[in-house]
């Protein structure tokens, strides 16, 4: 079973099928998945770990330029672990295309309670729509699913020069570098960039 070749999702996705992923729920407005698709290709979450936050997980501060976004996975205050076994890891939208994600999640948050789940759908709902964007785009016969946006960013990542492989570990919350080192072949993003249309690139 270990010695399988990796699954479609470990396979990553291309950005911008990503986006037009975005785009085409933006068009039909479903605007909460769609940020919900750019925030876990930004941060690498889980999906079980992106529904899993509370408004009171996303940590907005000030700096000279403007505001910044992250969030705080796995609160000690609440007893909570992540998958390794770790509290209180975070992960900040910190690049310059990362800035819709930032003005939005702070509207999305305003005024509301801190335990109220800060993405306010089920995660069914979020699966349903990011499969549905899929076929939209002519896309379901590539077998993602939402864990893909995961291995999206980190390959992503890597293959446009964004950060380096120590950046994709720590953001990424892997403890091995091994279970990093996936993310440099991009031919597995290749193989698939070949199968999408190129009206949709």
């Given at each position: 079973?270990?010695?399988?070749?990796?699954?479609?999702?470990?396979?990553?996705?291309?950005?911008?099928?990503?986006?037009?992923?975005?785009?085409?729920?933006?068009?039909?407005?479903?605007?909460?998945?769609?940020?919900?698709?750019?925030?876990?290709?930004?941060?690498?979450?889980?999906?079980?770990?992106?529904?899993?936050?509370?408004?009171?997980?996303?940590?907005?501060?000030?700096?000279?330029?403007?505001q910044k976004a992250g969030f705080l996975l796995h609160p000690s205050a609440?007893?909570?672990?992540?998958?390794?076994?770790?509290?209180?890891?975070?992960?900040?939208?910190?690049?310059?295309?990362?800035?819709?994600?930032?003005?939005?999640?702070?509207?999305?948050?305003?005024?509301?309670?801190?335990?109220?789940?800060?993405?306010m759908m089920p995660q069914e709902e979020y699966n349903r729509l990011y499969?549905?964007?899929?076929?939209?785009?002519?896309?379901?016969?590539?077998?993602?699913?939402?864990?893909?946006?995961?291995?999206?960013?980190?390959?992503?990542?890597?293959?446009?020069?964004?950060?380096?492989?120590?950046?994709?570990?720590?953001?990424?919350?892997?403890?091995?570098?091994?279970?990093?080192?996936?993310?440099?072949?991009?031919?597995?993003?290749?193989?698939?960039?070949?199968?999408?249309?190129?009206?949709?690139?």
């Open positions: 079973w270990q010695k399988r070749a990796p699954t479609e999702s470990r396979a990553g996705q291309p950005e911008d099928a990503v986006f037009a992923q975005v785009g085409v729920l933006l068009y039909q407005g479903k605007i909460l998945a769609a940020m919900a698709i750019g925030c876990q290709y930004a941060t690498y979450l889980r999906p079980g770990e992106m529904f899993g936050l509370l408004c009171r997980d996303l940590i907005v501060t000030r700096t000279p330029t403007g609440t007893g909570s672990v992540g998958k390794t076994g770790e509290s209180d890891e975070s992960v900040e939208f910190d690049l310059p295309e990362h800035a819709w994600l930032t003005e939005n999640l702070i509207l999305l948050a305003a005024n509301r309670q801190e335990d109220d789940p800060l993405f499969l549905s964007s899929l076929k939209t785009l002519g896309l379901e016969r590539l077998h993602l699913v939402p864990y893909t946006l995961r291995h999206a960013g980190a390959s992503n990542d890597f293959s446009l020069g964004k950060r380096d492989l120590a950046a994709i570990k720590f953001r990424g919350r892997w403890r091995s570098d091994r279970s990093v080192a996936r993310y440099t072949k991009s031919t597995h993003l290749r193989r698939v960039e070949q199968q999408i249309d190129q009206s949709v690139l």
